[in-house]
């Protein structure tokens, strides 16, 4: 009969091994919907970094604070308490206790959230945050947004950066805004193209790939397609950790 001891290394062998997965690229990509899944598929823990970034951008608008004033975001960004749930079949975020979820997801914080997190001491509060999340993950954990691979989780196990058309995203982002027409796609392709400038050119964690990311272009791929590869990729990591 197996000892307790033994029963427990046992375990230990046949547990999957925790990984870190940081999967990084702009918006339209899927990268909510495919990190989603795959924390779901693996048995992982999900962090949805652009929530947070909404957060503090909702936090400002609603307390009165310009967001193009730099020096008036940077003195409130250690202000406001942001808790990010990570079950990836039910992600949340309140901000001072206040459930967010719904209100960061406003025209009005998407124009703003950029200028708001390029404040260098935004990124510090939220990075660090972020930093505190996946390290106190049991199981490991998969980690979306645009500056995971690079600066927030450099020694991440999976990198991942995901790109598509701007064509692509924009038709898939104004399907899911409920926008239809060629001028709500062109419009909200500008959107992106926009936003995809402020976030690639900002001076602290721009939106970049790592140099020892995969990236997976998926133009043409469904979203099951994608989820597919991805889970692959950590499956293939798992297996030689």
Do not use: H
Not at 56 to 76: E, P, Q, R, Y
């Amino acid at each position: 009969m197996s000892t307790p001891v033994e029963n427990a290394a046992t375990a230990a062998r046949t547990a999957p091994a925790a990984v870190i997965v940081a999967i990084d690229g702009p918006s339209g990509t899927g990268k909510s919907s495919t990190s989603k899944a795959v924390a779901s598929q693996l048995g992982l823990s999900f962090l949805d970094t652009g929530a947070q970034y909404r957060a503090m951008t909702w936090w400002m608008i609603s307390n009165g604070i310009d967001v193009t004033d730099t020096a008036a975001v940077a003195t409130a960004a250690g202000k406001p308490v942001l808790v990010s749930g990570t079950d990836p079949a039910d992600p949340t975020i309140t901000v001072d206790g206040v459930d967010a979820s719904g209100p960061i997801r406003t025209p009005e914080v998407t124009s703003k959230v950029s200028a708001v997190s390029a404040v260098p001491e935004v990124r510090a509060v939220i990075t660090e945050l972020q930093r505190s999340i996946a390290r106190s993950a049991p199981n490991g954990i998969v980690v979306e947004g645009r500056d995971i691979g690079t600066t927030v989780l450099p020694d991440a196990d999976v990198k991942i950066f995901l790109n598509a058309s701007a064509e692509a995203r924009a038709a898939r982002r104004s399907g899911e805004l409920g926008g239809k027409g060629a001028a709500a796609v062109d419009a909200t392709k500008q959107a992106l193209i926009k936003r995809d400038a402020a976030d690639s050119s900002r001076k602290v964690s721009p939106l970049a790939k790592a140099d020892d990311a995969v990236e997976v272009d998926t133009t043409e791929l469904t979203l099951q397609q994608v989820i597919e590869c991805l889970v692959t990729l950590v499956e293939e990591k798992r297996a030689t950790t």
